[in-house]
């Protein structure tokens, strides 16, 4: 059992590292030269283009099966199966939250860092806050932008339905206004 909450823990580390390489090595890096560059590109000139499920199921899985392989391989099955149990969670939580961010906006004070961070990446500092669970591999690596108020362009409000109370150029909702400028 602790060999498995072992691996759970650290599953839950390495998950955070993926999702900063995921995102910035393979995502923005390569310039659209692989597919995982050309999807997540597509993602930021169209804010509420997702990946379809079908095609991260692929690409998970066999990153899962060599994640559990050699960590089985390593320390030991229980440790394999707690390590990649936290991995695939990790995961399954970051591609929920990243689409709750955008399509349902902040409800809670985590869900309100997670929106303002990512969304400084989107419209300001598309080469900082890598990270969308958590800052820090941003912070290790030196990519970390606190961003305390988000500035949204005008052009880009009806991207965010729960921003503002209007279609494009309505006012910024009341429950935002401390975190957000449409500009
Ligand atoms: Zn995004
Ligand atoms: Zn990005």
Not at 161 to 183: C, T
């Amino acid at each position: 059992m602790l060999s498995v909450a072992l691996g759970f823990i650290a599953g839950l580390v390495a998950w955070t590292f993926l999702e900063y390489v995921i995102h910035s090595w393979l995502g923005h890096l390569p310039k659209g030269k692989i597919l995982i560059s050309s999807e997540h590109l597509k993602h930021h000139a169209d804010i509420l283009y997702f990946t379809p499920l079908a095609l991260k199921v692929r690409g998970a899985v066999p990153v899962l099966s060599i994640l559990l392989l050699s960590t089985s391989a390593l320390f030991g099955l229980a440790v394999g199966l707690g390590f990649i149990s936290a991995v695939a969670l990790g995961w399954v939580s970051y591609e929920w939250l990243h689409q709750s961010i955008h399509v349902n906006g902040p409800t809670n004070w985590y869900s309100r860092w997670a929106a303002r961070h990512h969304l400084h990446h989107h419209f300001t500092r598309p080469n900082h806050n890598h990270g969308v669970t958590t800052p820090l591999w941003d912070l290790v690596l030196r990519t970390y932008e606190r961003a305390p108020r988000v500035r949204v362009g005008r052009r880009h409000v009806a991207t965010l339905p729960w921003l503002a109370s209007g279609l494009n150029a309505g006012p910024v909702q009341p429950a935002f206004m401390a975190d957000y400028d449409v500009i």
